[in-house]
């Protein structure tokens, strides 16, 4: 049995998200989605959890101020050094480069998180994608058996898929 | 991206380092010091165990150790040779200026026009002559053994208790 | 360059060259690669260890003896000789200056003759003093008193040298000219006791003090040692049960340094004190405040004094009539009174003696001393005959030393062609001055410190002035040049053959009055000492009462006159050659590397002028160009120009720099009528100082004799603050804490500490155009600010305070480095580390006392003046922050001192260079840690005149000021 | 290029797609002539900086007391312009606010740029620059480290993080645009954008992170912006000079970052939107939103003036009310009263609608109220320092030629970088554009019917 990939177009998210809902009640999981612009209706679509680079942030974060902290005290203690009289743990001074830290480091973290799950950068596209869909239309490519194709085909054109290819895979 | 942004970032990783790490010792000893003379510390300080201060006299009571007279030479080697110096008001001027015979010692250890190193109280505090200048009793020519940068001073400072203020050595 | 090398010239300069290479360019070349060490070690001679030889100061004829510290071969530093009675330790600006004339790179550096072209061709020693022999055997061949000497007095043994080489050449024409000299004062003192010699003063014993015109803390006689005695005299003490200051007045034209220090200023037009000094004794006789025994004939007194009636003299003058009698009245019933004249007719000098004497002061506040050496200067009169004789023609050769008669004689002495009819005209000495460009042969000659000299100022003191280091350039001693040709000529040669020989000898002839001690001893004590100080003796005074000419009121003042003064550095233009001197502000001015036309604003107004307009003044004599400085501190109807510049050759740092004003008077005259008119022209009047407001803040603060008596402390209009509100843990100083105390009623704003700090911290300066762009480098400045109009009855003529580094405990310029270039020092100092700074300057920007300097450009030493620079500190680059470091090198010397030889550390053992250089002992340095430190101690002493500078902004100076002191207008 | 031919008043994703991408075709003469009249003026500041390296800070007219001037203007100038950027971009997308679509990609490419010049200026100012990394922490032989309690050293981080986190918001932003232009484009610049765009495919996973990362980003940046410019008000408040040390500084400073931000935003995408045809995409109702903006944060910078003229009056400290009387009426007081024209009064006029929709005057006004914000500055830097603690050390100053090419040279860069950006890269945000799409359509009926 070999598995091929069928790609539907669509002209709107709405109609996409639709398709989406479609194919899940239809049992078919294996598909895939592209869309010029991120939309909110795909998304609850799908029904995925929230995105984990919240975490990797926060970790980022806690990170910055830890070594904002380890930084500005270090240094501090690695030479005593008398300035104008003030005490050598001068906080306010550190809470401003604590700060700086935690903010650099978040959004470092948040970046890289990003690239890292979602997979860029990459040199090989998934299959099925188009330059269509970066522009103005809303995809949905489900890869699935042979046989499955058929029904899977029905789904998508009566949930007003503009197109309906079959690739195969 | 990273195929042509890694290199870059590497490269200039490495000329900062470059640059930082230069920064670190722009005073390093030279090793290549040739002497008019072909003198021996190993014969002297070695050999014949003659202590550092009979020649450099002045470590003791003087920023700069001194570099022997020659008549402090010729005092084993051989005859002295008359003259005089500019003398002090403890003792009164005389006019009588000295030959101007001259050997040109090359500096073996240099510091920067921004350190004011002083001899007199480490020896007074009993440094050995030996732990900034390296063993200079088993040396022919005098190489330099150690590198004498800010952080071997303040290494030796912090560990016996000796002043940490910066303006002791650069003012 | 901080290793040993043999004392010989070529080699040490040729290091010192590198070293000074290496110290133009810091952080960026190591010091001299090359060691050489002696041939023959000189176990006196540690290289990296200072050594001092005791000298005397040159640069003016007060004589005050002075000390050299010498760091491998160079002199690098002067200060006062405290053996010597007249300095006692202290040198004036001038005084500290005179390296600079040692090492200006403009001294000639080898014999030259002049061709017929006009252009000098460099000649060797040989050919020079075979040329200058010759000429003088030819000359004296022609037949007697064919050879003239001309020079400044340079002592009694050169005196002697200088008349045996005319005499071996048959001649006696010596002239000893000074261009400032004491005439007027010796003819008083020969009218009234039949005696030349000069008096010496006691002001410190005094309880008032007027000055008609006399500078004394400036350029006056003998201003170090006045200056100290000044000191003392306003120290409040208590006179007859009352805490009191001497009560001091001036008379005079312009508001000077000195004037500004006392209590009044009577501005009269010049020449006017003698008529108020005549008045002044009128009021005295009149209401007979004389002294019984004073030895006059009152009838005979009264009748000089009848045409001086105080309304007759204040008709004349303008003085207000009830300040002459209150004059008159203080001075008279004074315990213990002193006038002095500093003008240019005798008639005020006889006057203020008259005074002293018949209020029975001499012995007192001024005496005449037994056994005064004899009088070195040439009298006027001899000097114009010398002139006169030149111009005659009866003079073929004519050998010119020490002075600059060309340059300070006035036009109508007409020098310039005197000289240009003498065939052979020789000048010897450092610079080519204007002079120099009339010689036909110039010789370069030692700077006093390189020469073997003797100074005998007064009775019972003589300097011997040795040498302090090898010559710097291929020169000779003037004396050994004219032993030399002397020796050439075939007739009686002079008894010694050089200069050391001929001082020696002279010396050794006084070894009798050295108790004891045999001949070689008295020798080696007498350079020790610096000089024979002996006890001082009164000589009895014949008093010659006999009915003196009375005296004729002047005519009524002019409509403008002007008045020229020896500028306070500059001198009679001496000065002009030396950066330093250039660069420092005049006290009162304020102007640098220029000269002033300084007028009041009504004057101005009259004349149709403004600030910096180039005006023309010209008096019967002259004309000459300067711009005009609008200032009340002159009398309106008065122009005031200072003395000493507007020199056309001279070197680079005086050419071309300011007007001369000698041009425009008369022989011996300081003043004379003038006109003014406006050029067309502007020159921007160069001052490093901004504000003369000080807007109440608590700056240079004064308080009233009165307040100080009552013991109230005045209101400050700045904010009162009850102590530091600290939100910290004060930081602890558990060893020393180093703190200054700095008595702003002793300062006289002589700058002698500015000069110094120079000297000592390796300080740049900057020329015209970079004061001018803010740039200015010193540590440390003399403040000066004019009290508001309103509140002028109480406050002083003028605020002067020294402003330094304030080395805060909270210090504002720290934490805002992001590098801890400027950080706090575990012994209380403000350290800054040239090293690490990056040139933010921030710490600038910070700083409330704005006493932070930053390097703008790399700093330039033209050779062979690097060769001063202080060994033990830092050179620094372009980019860098700097500022005062309380002489930290020193600080540190005497802690390594007081270690290596496993000892406390001594109060007093640390002197930094401005508490070491202030003649009035205004600044005293130490360990705020240790009560029982004068400095202290000084602070207790006088607790209620303590203050610091803007203390309301908590920055903690370790510097506590001593109140001004002054008195309250309008009360007795 | 040809004149932009106007899109329909339904303007499809196509549409948008093609009035944005149709600017980043390649450029004629004209631009590569101004390109290099930039850099030109660049190259000439970079010789005359060597120059001050070489010999000195002398060649400034930097002088006793005023040792800050026109260098430390331009950085507080130019973090000022910056912070707009980060505002639309970040602030106002957590606002959710309407407009912003279409303007934020040129206001935070403006912050980019303009940080990246203002970064320059710390080091130019600096007595001994080849020494900068002494301001930052790194392990060395002499364990010596910077002093973490100057202001200096804050600001090293905050502008420094600044522009790393600015960066990669603009970044994260561009990727999917950039896939865009990949798929439009051909030859080498297909090539350059298929780099750029690091395989970037609009998958449901790529959006699912993409969104969330975008949201906390915009989190992040937004109390960013807000420290640094109070960390640069700092630099003085810190201070204790009359005329620097005040409490208000942070806000008022934030404020007139916005202020001066906002106003360069306009003062660039007038002439832009022209240039580059994209009339259509920019429209009146933007303008009219981002002067609106413009006029708040004027309101709020004049009344800061007014408090610190009230605290010091108030306060009585008699040293704090000399430095501000030689403020206002000092030889330097037209420069305040030249300020507060362009800052005060003339923003005023943006409460006529008519003016704010009036491109033209709404140009002028902001140009204005740039020339402003730069007196504001001076005022406060080099105005300071003239009038301090020491009355004998007071003194004016004067810029030097130096000073003032160097300048011009940031000028020419900030507008350089600008312009060689806005034809390569996407100027406006297409997907965003794309989800605000509604909101553009309603902002061409409203533009269609004014003009009709």
Same mark, same amino acid.
């Given at each position: ?169 | ?171 | ?972 | ?145 910077? !002093?973490?309690?100057?202001?200096? =050293?804050?600001?090293?981080?905050? @502008?420094?993080? +600044?522009?790393? #986190?600015?960066?990669? *918001? ?117 303008? !009219?939103?981002?002067?609106?903006? =413009?006029?708040?944060?004027?309101? @709020?910078?004049? +009344?800061?003036? #007014?408090?610190?003229? *009230? ?142």
């Amino acid at each position: 049995m070999s598995t091929v990939a069928i790609i539907s177009s669509f002209a709107d998210d709405t109609q996409c998200a639709n398709a989406i809902e479609q194919l899940r009640a239809a049992q078919v999981g294996d598909f895939n989605t592209f869309s010029p612009i991120p939309s909110h209706r795909i998304e609850r679509a799908i029904g995925r959890s929230k995105s984990p680079v919240r975490w990797i942030v926060l970790a980022g974060g806690i990170l910055g101020v830890l070594a904002g902290l380890a930084i500005t005290i270090g240094t501090t203690y690695e030479w005593r050094l008398n300035a104008g009289g003030k005490p050598l743990l001068s906080w306010p001074p550190f809470i401003v480069i604590c700060f700086e830290l935690m903010v650099l480091l978040g959004g470092i973290f948040g970046f890289l998180g990003v690239m890292m799950l979602s997979g860029v950068p990459t040199t090989e596209m998934e299959p099925g994608y188009d330059g269509r869909f970066g522009e103005d239309r809303f995809g949905i490519v489900v890869r699935c058996d042979e046989a499955e194709a058929a029904r899977i085909e029905l789904v998508l054109k009566e949930s007003g898929a503009e197109e309906v290819v079959r690739e195969g895979a | 991206m990273n195929k042509t942004v890694l290199p870059l970032a590497l490269l200039m990783l490495v000329l900062g380092g470059a640059a930082i790490a230069l920064s670190q010792r722009p005073w390093a000893p030279r090793a290549d010091v040739v002497q008019p003379i072909p003198f021996s510390h190993r014969v002297h300080a070695g050999v014949n165990q003659i202590p550092c201060q009979y020649c450099h006299a002045d470590a003791g009571r003087s920023s700069e150790p001194g570099i022997p007279a020659v008549a402090r030479c010729v005092g084993c080697h051989g005859d002295g040779i008359a003259g005089g110096g500019i003398q002090p008001v403890t003792r009164p001027w005389t006019d009588d200026t000295p030959a101007a015979f001259e050997i040109q010692w090359n500096r073996v250890y240099t510091l920067p026009d921004f350190v004011r190193f002083t001899h007199r109280p480490h020896i007074h505090a009993g440094v050995q002559c030996q732990s900034c200048h390296g063993p200079v009793q088993t040396m022919d020519r005098v190489a330099p053994a150690i590198e004498i940068n800010m952080g071997f001073c303040v290494d030796c400072h912090t560990e016996k208790k000796a002043t940490l203020d910066c303006v002791n050595c650069h003012h | 360059m901080r290793e040993g090398l043999p004392i010989s010239r070529r080699s040490f300069i040729k290091l010192a060259a590198t070293a000074g290479a290496a110290a133009a360019l810091p952080g960026c070349e190591p010091a001299a690669r090359k060691l050489i060490p002696y041939v023959v070690p000189d176990e006196n001679v540690v290289p990296g260890v200072p050594s001092f030889f005791a000298t005397t100061c040159s640069e003016c004829p007060a004589g005050c003896g002075a000390v050299a510290r010498i760091r491998e071969g160079r002199v690098i530093k002067l200060e006062g000789n405290p053996a010597d009675p007249i300095g006692q330790g202290a040198l004036c600006a001038r005084g500290q200056a005179a390296l600079q004339g040692l090492y200006n790179p403009d001294r000639l550096a080898h014999p030259q003759v002049r061709g017929d072209d006009g252009a000098l061709r460099t000649v060797s020693w040989d050919e020079a003093e075979k040329m200058l022999g010759d000429r003088l055997a030819a000359a004296s061949k022609a037949g007697k008193d064919r050879v003239a000497f001309f020079g400044s007095p340079q002592g009694p043994t050169f005196r002697k040298i200088a008349l045996a080489f005319l005499g071996v050449y048959g001649s006696s024409r010596a002239t000893f000219y000074e261009a400032i000299n004491q005439e007027p004062a010796r003819v008083a003192a020969k009218t009234l006791f039949g005696r030349r010699d000069l008096p010496i003063y006691r002001i410190d014993q005094a309880e008032a003090l007027i000055s008609f015109g006399a500078d004394f803390l400036e350029t006056w006689q003998s201003p170090v040692e006045l200056a100290r005695q000044y000191s003392l005299f306003r120290t409040p003490q208590k006179r007859r049960g009352a805490l009191t200051i001497g009560r001091s007045t001036y008379v005079g034209p312009r508001l000077s340094m000195t004037a500004s220090k006392c209590d009044d200023w009577i501005a009269t037009a010049p020449g006017a004190q003698a008529d108020v000094a005549w008045s002044v004794l009128n009021v005295l006789v009149k209401q007979r405040w004389i002294s019984p025994n004073s030895g006059f004939d009152l009838a005979a007194l009264s009748n000089a004094v009848a045409n001086f009636d105080p309304a007759a003299t204040s008709a004349r003058t303008g003085v207000p009539v009830e300040t002459i009698t209150r004059l008159g009245e203080t001075f008279g019933k004074a315990d213990g009174a002193l006038a002095i004249a500093g003008t240019d007719d005798s008639s005020a000098h006889l006057a203020a003696m008259i005074l002293n004497a018949v209020t029975g002061n001499f012995g007192k506040t001024i005496m005449f001393l037994a056994g005064s050496p004899a009088e070195e200067t040439s009298t006027p009169d001899e000097v114009d005959a010398a002139v006169d004789a030149m111009r005659g023609g009866e003079i073929d050769a004519a050998f010119i030393a020490g002075a600059n008669p060309v340059f300070t004689m006035p036009v109508s002495a007409r020098m310039a062609e005197a000289l240009q009819k003498v065939p052979f005209v020789v000048w010897a000495g450092g610079v080519p001055d204007e002079t120099a460009a009339m010689a036909s042969l110039i010789l370069p000659a030692h700077h006093p410190l390189e020469a073997w000299r003797d100074t005998a100022p007064r009775a019972g003191i003589r300097g011997l002035g040795q040498p302090v280091m090898q010559p710097v350039f291929d020169s000779k001693p003037v004396g050994d040049i004219l032993l030399a040709a002397a020796g050439r000529s075939s007739s009686a040669k002079p008894p010694w053959a050089t200069t050391a020989a001929a001082v020696k000898a002279e010396w050794l002839a006084l070894a009798s009055k050295a108790d004891g001690a045999g001949p070689e001893d008295f020798w080696v004590n007498v350079r020790r000492e610096g000089g024979l100080f002996e006890e001082q003796h009164l000589s009895a005074l014949k008093l010659d009462t006999s009915p003196f000419k009375a005296p004729v009121p002047a005519a009524a003042q002019m409509e403008l006159s002007v008045y020229a003064y020896p500028h306070i550095f500059l001198y009679d233009g001496r000065g002009a050659d030396k950066p330093w001197l250039q660069e420092l502000p005049e006290p009162v001015a304020q102007i640098v590397w220029d000269s002033w036309a300084e007028m009041h604003p009504e004057t101005a107004r009259k004349l149709g002028v403004a600030q910096d307009d180039v005006i023309e003044i010209k008096t019967e004599h002259g004309a000459i160009e300067a711009p005009v400085l609008v200032a009340s501190t002159v009398r309106p109807g008065v122009i005031a120009v200072p003395l000493g510049q507007g020199h056309r050759a001279y070197g680079r740092y005086a050419k071309d720099v300011g007007t001369n004003a000698w041009l425009i008077l008369a022989a011996g005259a300081t003043c004379a009528g003038a006109t003014a008119r406006a050029t067309g022209k502007t020159r921007r009047l160069v001052s490093p100082l901004g504000k003369s407001d000080m807007m109440g803040r608590s700056i240079v603060e004064a308080m009233s004799i009165e307040q100080l008596a009552r013991g109230v402390i005045p209101k400050n209009e700045a904010e009162e603050v009850t102590g530091p509100f600290e939100m910290y843990t004060p930081w602890k100083y558990p060893g020393h804490k180093w703190g200054m105390t700095i008595d702003v009623n002793a300062c006289t704003g002589c700058s002698a500490c500015v000069t110094a700090c120079y000297a000592e911290n390796n300080i740049p300066w900057v020329g015209k155009e970079g004061v001018d762009n803010g740039r200015i480098m010193s540590w440390i400045r003399i403040e000066r600010y004019f009290p508001e109009a309103k509140a002028a009855a109480q406050a002083p003529l003028l605020y002067l305070a020294p402003m330094l580094c304030q080395q805060c405990g909270h210090a504002p310029c720290e934490p805002v480095c992001p590098v801890f270039a400027s950080y706090h020092t575990d012994e209380g100092l403000n350290g800054q580390i040239y090293n690490r700074c990056v040139g933010t300057r921030y710490c600038e920007n910070n700083c409330p006392y704005k006493v932070r300097r930053f390097n703008w450009f790399v700093p330039e030493w033209p050779a062979p003046l690097n060769l001063q620079l202080n060994p033990d500190v830092t050179v620094r680059g372009a980019g860098v922050m700097e500022k005062c470091t309380f002489c930290v090198q020193r600080i540190q010397f005497g802690e390594l001192n007081a270690k290596t030889e496993d000892r406390e550390l001594r109060d007093g053992e640390i002197v930094t260079a401005c508490q070491q250089a202030c003649p009035t002992r205004a600044i005293t340095f130490g360990d705020s840690n240790d009560p029982a430190s004068a400095m202290m101690r000084r602070r207790e002493d006088h607790e209620l005149r303590n203050y610091r500078a803007l203390e309301e902004l908590n920055t903690q100076p370790a510097i506590t000021y001593l109140r001004n002191l002054y008195r309250e207008k309008g009360k007795a | 290029m040809a004149a932009a031919p106007k899109i329909s008043a339904e303007p499809s994703y196509r549409d948008i797609d093609r009035s944005v991408l149709r600017v980043m075709e390649p450029a004629g003469l004209a631009y590569w002539a101004w390109i290099g009249f930039c850099f030109t003026l660049v190259a000439i500041a970079a010789a005359l900086w060597a120059r001050q390296i070489y010999t000195g800070l002398g060649v400034t007219g930097l002088r006793q007391p005023v040792m800050w001037a026109i260098y430390i203007t331009n950085f507080v100038f130019w973090v000022g312009i910056a912070h707009s950027g980060t505002l639309i971009s970040a602030i106002l997308f957590l606002f959710r606010t309407k407009w912003r679509t279409a303007v934020y990609r040129a206001a935070e490419t403006m912050t980019i740029f303009a940080v990246a010049t203002a970064g320059l200026f710390p080091l130019i100012h600096l007595g001994r620059v080849w020494f900068f990394y002494w301001l930052l922490p790194y392990p060395n032989e002499r364990s010596l480290q910077p !002093d973490f309690r100057s202001p200096l =050293v804050w600001d090293a981080f905050a @502008v420094s993080t +600044y522009l790393t #986190i600015s960066a990669l *918001f603009w970044t994260m932003g561009l990727i999917p645009d950039i896939a865009n232009a990949r798929e439009a484009a051909s030859g080498w610049r297909k090539k350059f954008y298929t780099v750029l765009a690091m395989g970037w495919q609009g998958t449901d996973r790529q959006w699912r992170h993409y969104s969330m990362a975008y949201l906390l980003m915009a989190g992040l940046a937004t109390p960013l912006v807000l420290s640094v410019h109070s960390v640069v008000s700092w630099d003085f408040a810190m201070a204790i000079n009359p005329g620097w040390h005040s409490t208000i500084f942070a806000p008022y400073f934030v404020a007139g970052a916005i202020f001066s931000g906002v106003a360069m935003v306009i003062t660039l995408l007038i002439p832009m939107r022209r240039l580059l045809g994209i009339e259509d995409l920019l429209t009146e109702w933007h303008f !009219d939103n981002l002067a609106k903006v =413009v006029l708040l944060t004027s309101l @709020v910078v004049s +009344y800061a003036y #007014i408090t610190e003229a *009230f605290m010091t009056w108030y306060a009585g400290d008699p040293i704090e009310q000399m430095t501000f009387h030689m403020r206002y009426f000092g030889p330097w007081g037209w420069m305040y009263w030249v300020m507060v024209l362009c800052n005060c009064v003339m923003p005023l006029l943006l409460f006529s609608p008519r003016i704010r929709v009036n491109l033209r005057a709404l140009w002028i006004v902001t140009i204005f109220v740039n020339i402003g914000m730069w007196f504001e500055r001076f005022v406060i830097i080099a105005g300071s320092l003239t009038a301090n603690f020491e009355p004998s050390q007071w003194a004016g100053y004067r810029p030097s030629i130096t000073e003032i090419m160097i300048t011009v040279g940031s000028f020419a860069w900030f507008v350089g970088l600008f312009s060689l950006f806005s034809r390569f890269l996407p100027i406006i945000s297409m997907t965003e554009l794309k989800e605000g799409i509604v909101w553009l359509r309603k902002a061409l009926k409203m533009d269609r019917a004014t003009a009709a």
